[in-house]
Nanobody, 115 residues
Framework: QVQLGESGGGLVQAGGSLRLSCAASGFAFSNYHMGWYRQPPGKQRDLVAQITSGGSTTYAPAVKGRFLISRDNAKNTIYLQMNSLKPEDTAVYYC?????????WGQGTQVTVSS
């Protein structure tokens, strides 16, 4: 059974920090590209950050320099360190795993940033 479980969301004031975690199981984690997506209220789901199986990272322009994605293959876990949070970062954050035609999603975790 493939499982992706996000945790670490919550309510934080603007300028604060949070760290999200995504624990994966049921597939060959180290062979997958992993990513974080987010969906603000009333908007589409968009890529926040991605880390490849080889460790290369990419970021959406809106979060570059503030967020950091990382992976720990020994723990089958990825992280999203979010610093200098802004109200516009408020969204449900989703964990994603992708390789070839395989594409898996977590259930999401809510991040709310107050002004």
């Amino acid at each position: 059974q493939v499982q992706l479980g996000e945790s670490g969301g919550g309510l934080v004031q603007a300028g604060g920090s949070l760290r999200l975690s995504c624990a994966a199981s049921g597939f060959a984690f180290s062979n997958y590209h992993m990513g974080w997506y987010r969906q603000p209220p009333g908007k589409q789901r968009d890529l926040v950050a991605q880390i490849t199986s080889g460790g290369s990272t990419t970021y959406a322009p809106a979060v570059k320099g503030r967020f950091l994605i990382s992976r720990d293959n020994a723990k089958n876990t990825i992280y999203l360190q979010m610093n200098s949070l802004k109200p516009e970062d408020t969204a449900v954050y989703y964990c994603n795993a992708i390789r070839a035609f395989y594409n898996y999603w977590g259930q999401g975790t809510q991040v709310t940033v107050s002004s």
